[in-house]
């Protein structure tokens, strides 16, 4: 868990550098793990499998900003159980609603922008408004947001395992993880690759439904056109 917590630290700030380091606290294979996990979220999370991105992507949430969004709001006590009862709670969200990871994965970067800007002494009251405004708007767009979220995320998590496969035996791996703009826009490449696939290549829900519907009624007409000729051949060899 300290581990994770460790690897999981950087995400906390502005730190780049941080981010992509992150990949020195998976084995070769974890990376592997990593890479196969990636490109299922990247190319298929949008839309049926995205309750397999929401509950860990909740998770995530809960995981980085649980903690210091409680010493926030001045529940210092139990730090430990908050960041627990957070993680089960959002993931659990995921599983079972996943637009509610949606609203938590918008609110809060737009209720810490907006406690920002309203400064330390208000802070809260710049956090609560842009907290609800900007989970409003993620759940509004969720089947975009979903697409685009899962993409951007499969794409940092394949990337990650990518470098955490190859480490032990490029040591190119170890000059880029020098270099965090290299890295997130190899990340940003395949995050818009993902994405268009998902939106533009991959039939949308309704024209799923669609096809699996034609395809129902081409094996029903197939299977009666058989039967048919069955009857005939049955009542030709009977005249005969």
Do not use: C
């Not at 049926?48 to 010493?71: N, S, Y």
């Not at 170890?174 to 994405?195: E, I, R």
Request: aromatic share 10%.
């Amino acid at each position: 868990m300290e581990q994770l917590q460790s690897a999981l630290e950087p995400y906390r700030h502005l730190d780049p550098m941080g981010w992509v380091g992150a990949f020195r606290f998976l084995p070769v294979w974890g990376g592997l793990v990593a890479i196969a996990l990636g490109v299922l979220m990247m190319l298929f999370g949008g839309r049926q499998l995205f309750r397999l991105v929401a509950a860990p992507l909740g998770a995530l949430i809960a995981t980085i900003w649980a903690v210091p969004l409680a010493q926030r709001m001045g529940f210092s006590a139990n730090l430990r159980q908050i960041s627990l009862v957070a993680t089960v709670g959002l993931a659990g969200a995921g599983l079972l609603w996943p637009p509610a990871v949606v609203f938590f994965a918008f609110g809060v970067p737009a209720g810490l922008l907006g406690g920002q800007l309203a400064g330390s002494n208000d802070w809260l009251l710049g956090f609560g408004p842009g907290f609800f405004v900007g989970g409003a708007v993620g759940v509004v767009m969720h089947r975009l947001v979903g697409a685009l979220l899962s993409a951007a995320v499969g794409a940092w998590v394949l990337v990650l395992g990518l470098m955490a496969t190859l480490n032990p035996f490029l040591g190119a791996v170890g000059w880029l993880s020098n270099n965090p703009v290299a890295v997130l826009s190899v990340a940003g490449v395949f995050a818009v690759a993902g994405s268009v696939f998902q939106i533009y290549v991959r039939p949308s829900e309704e024209q799923a439904e669609s096809m699996k519907l034609e395809r129902t009624i081409a094996k029903k007409k197939a299977k009666e056109q058989k039967v048919l000729e069955e009857r005939w051949s049955k009542y030709n060899d009977s005249k005969k």
